[in-house]
């Protein structure tokens, strides 16, 4: 690895593989290393239902549940937690490399893509409704945000991008489950249902029910 200063806090690094390929990433806040100690995100589908229950609450308020469905995704990223990998150096947040259209991109894209599909499809079904879809989908959508942004980071390390990517990584996990593939998937099934069982007894105002019954 050969790092080379383009300015203040921005470095440019150039990576040999072990095939002789270059990798070069304009950077000031990562390295491969993060990858490698498993530094990777929450499934989008678990963000996309979370902020789909968020807009499913605010049916009137479309932007707010947007922004509340973004600012979600951070809380959420700090729960320990296992991620499938991430394949090609392009889509790497801390890769950042050429583009290569080859099978690990091919991978990734269906991966990924799939990923958020079933997020927003599965918050659809469980929470939207005529009256309030567009809430519901801006919530999905803005919960899911984050990390395609780290994408547009790892290529465009600029403000305000920077200071979004150095408080995503602050807010991360720092004991991510690693090998543990069956318990991180049932882990992030478990905080689904959570999430909604939670959201529906907001809708049928379970809650205040409760607190009624608490007051003499």
């Known amino acids: 690895m050969v790092e080379r200063p383009l300015g203040p806090g921005l470095t440019l690094c150039v990576c040999i593989d072990g095939r002789g390929e270059s990798r070069q990433n304009a950077r000031g806040w990562s ?43 951070f809380p959420l990223d700090a729960i320990p937690h296992w991620d499938y990998p ?46 309030d879809i567009c ?5 999905a959508c803005g919960a899911i945000l984050p990390d395609p942004l780290q994408f547009v980071h790892a290529h465009f390390p600029r403000e305000p991008l920077r200071s979004l990517q150095r408080f995503h990584r602050w807010m991360h996990t720092k004991r991510p489950i ?13 905080l689904v249902v959570l999430v909604v069982v939670l959201a529906k007894a907001a809708h049928e105002d379970v809650f205040g029910m409760i607190v009624a019954w608490g007051v003499p």
């Open 31 to 73: 390295s491969d290393a993060g990858v490698r100690r498993g530094r990777r995100n929450l499934f989008l589908s678990t963000h996309a239902v979370v902020g789909a229950a968020i807009g499913s609450l605010l049916p009137s308020h479309p932007v707010a549940a947007a922004l509340l469905g973004f600012a979600s995704h």
């Open 86 to 131: 991430i394949r090609s150096d392009f889509v790497k947040p801390a890769v950042g490399g050429r583009l290569k259209r080859d099978r690990a991109l091919m991978l990734d894209a269906v991966t990924i893509g799939g990923d958020a599909l079933l997020g927003l499809v599965g918050g659809a079904l469980l929470f939207a409704s005529p009256t």
């Open 135 to 139: 809430a519901v989908m801006l919530g």
């Open 178 to 190: 690693r090998a543990q593939i069956v318990w991180g998937v049932v882990s992030q099934m478990m």
